[in-house]
């Protein structure tokens, strides 16, 4: 069993910027392709980036360029930069780790608020 701490959610003003940080409690955190989802009051979870274990990175189009996912796999730790914050961002912002062997293992964080002001 993973479990997976975010943190550093929180309220910004548009334009604004945040980090978000997701923890994991594994010591072989390089064999997890990671990604970042999010949802919005009454919209259904979605993929905002993605990063692989071999470092291979995927945003979604409302995020490109504004967005950038990385990964320290010495620290089991993933991390969403976002920039150019929009109020559209507001949601709980959730971690997920799955083991790059289908079926090894899908977890998920409690999730995280990120508040954008206009």
């Known amino acids: 069993q993973v479990q997976l701490v975010e943190s550093g959610g929180g309220l910004v003003q548009a334009g604004g910027s945040l980090t978000l940080s997701c923890a994991a409690s594994?010591?072989?955190?390089?064999?997890?392709?990671m990604g970042w989802y999010r949802q919005a009051p009454g919209k259904q979870r979605e993929l905002v980036a993605s990063?692989?274990?071999?470092?291979?990175?995927d945003y979604a189009d409302s995020v490109k360029g504004r967005f950038t996912i990385s990964r320290d796999n010495a620290k089991s730790t993933v991390y969403l930069q976002m920039n150019s914050l929009k109020p559209e961002d507001t949601a709980v912002y959730y971690c997920?780790?799955?083991?790059?062997?289908?079926?090894?293992?899908?977890?998920w964080g409690q999730g995280t608020q990120v508040t954008v002001s206009s």
């Open positions: 990063i692989t274990t071999g470092g291979s990175t």
């Open positions: 594994t010591n072989i955190f390089s064999l997890y392709n």
């Open positions: 997920n780790a799955r083991h790059l062997i289908s079926g090894y293992g899908n977890y």
